[in-house]
């Protein structure tokens, strides 16, 4: 409609005669159907600022219902302040003009983002505690299994420590973290109905700009977790970052595969190092145990001899725990071949016999490895 208001205004002021000639490029000044359709352009921009996203000519079509369902995600409001600086800035060439000149755009812009933080830590600083884990998305890959599609995500998980540690990784299906959300919204309604999480899709799931979002998303739901103490304790989330960890690496070590399985203990142990232990010390001993088996069978006996002292280290002089006489065993074997004092762990472990607290000779790590049920 705009179009055709505007092709009739210029034929009205071509006719009325050479007298109103130079009405003719003021008409041109104004703007084209083209441009006026594009006007949404800066509120496009806005909804996109803050997103990690790819653009691909696919999503074109449908990148406004995309926004309207996954809305909500950031924090902070995404907006990058254009408009307003648009705004003050025509005041002052208009109503100043002559008597000071604007400040600069720099000027202007770092003044915007500390409103903005300001804003922030004001809405913020009652209900968030300082987080301790940072979560990014290092890749997010499509797995074909047929007959079934998905999307792995591969999480790095960096605690406060020093920078130059290697942070844990783990990867999960949006399936995982559906399943978290969900476990976690029957046991904590109220601290989760404040908490966002990206709805699932009946199309495009393995489009760039899907897999983007829901990376973005996925970072937010967990820093979200983490910042609460009832939440960050909760033994489903435990569960999410550790328990697939120390399935995949017993049955490697069940199967023979102990460097892969090596692999996988380390990167659980640093997980649970990073998490803490809220459970007890059921899955930190089982992980060391773990350790101590691969390390023994690699021919590395002084690693698996420090596994067992770590592990002796936790058990302390408490209660006897199940794996207390395997780990000393283990213990005096490796000093032995080492040729490194035993006796103080040779008299506990006799003790331990003399009272009817484990068999002669007890358990080997490995054979409670094997037989421990991890669920």
Not at 60 to 70: A, S, T, V
Request: negative net charge.
């Amino acid at each position: 409609m705009a179009s055709r208001l505007l092709h009739r205004l210029r034929h009205v002021l071509a006719g009325d005669g050479p007298g109103e000639a130079a009405a003719g490029p003021e008409v041109e000044q104004f703007p084209e159907s083209s441009e006026l359709e594009d006007d949404d352009a800066e509120g496009l921009s806005s909804r996109l600022s803050g997103t990690l996203s790819f653009t691909s000519a696919e999503d074109e079509d449908d990148e406004d219902d995309e926004d309207d369902e996954e809305a909500g995600l950031d924090p902070l409001p995404a907006g990058d302040g254009t408009s307003e600086r648009t705004q003050a800035s025509a005041e002052d060439e208009g109503g100043n003009a002559g008597e000071q000149n604007p400040p600069p755009d720099g000027q202007r812009g770092s003044q915007h983002l500390a409103r903005q933080l300001q804003d922030f830590w004001k809405k913020s600083r009652n209900t968030l505690v300082p987080q301790r884990l940072l979560f990014e998305v290092t890749s997010a890959n499509v797995v074909k299994d047929p007959p079934s599609k998905y999307v792995l995500y591969t999480l790095a998980v960096m605690g406060p420590g020093s920078p130059d540690h290697q942070p844990a990784q783990i990867s999960r299906r949006y399936s995982d973290f559906e399943r978290l959300h969900r476990n976690l919204q029957r046991q904590f309604r109220g601290l989760m109905a404040a908490i966002s999480f990206p709805r699932k899709r009946l199309r495009r799931n393995f489009t760039a700009e899907t897999i983007a979002r829901r990376s973005r998303a996925f970072e937010q739901f967990l820093s979200h977790l983490q910042a609460i103490p009832e939440l960050r304790h909760a033994s489903d989330l435990q569960d999410f970052f550790v328990l697939p960890e120390l399935q995949r690496a017993q049955s490697l070590t069940c199967t023979g595969l102990y460097r892969e399985a090596l692999a996988l203990w380390a990167n659980a142990w640093q997980l649970q190092a990073q998490l803490g232990t809220p459970l007890g010390l059921d899955r930190p001993l089982l992980t060391l145990a773990g350790l101590a088996v691969c390390h023994q069978e690699l021919e590395d006996p002084a690693e698996a001899r420090a596994c067992c002292e770590r592990a002796l280290q936790l058990l302390g002089d408490q209660s006897p725990h199940a794996l207390l006489a395997p780990f000393l065993e283990a213990h005096v074997r490796l000093s032995w071949r080492l040729g490194l004092d035993k006796r103080q762990s040779e008299a506990r472990l006799q003790a331990l016999q003399e009272a009817g607290l484990t068999p002669t000779p007890p358990p080997s790590l490995k054979e409670l490895l094997i037989k421990e049920v991890l669920d």
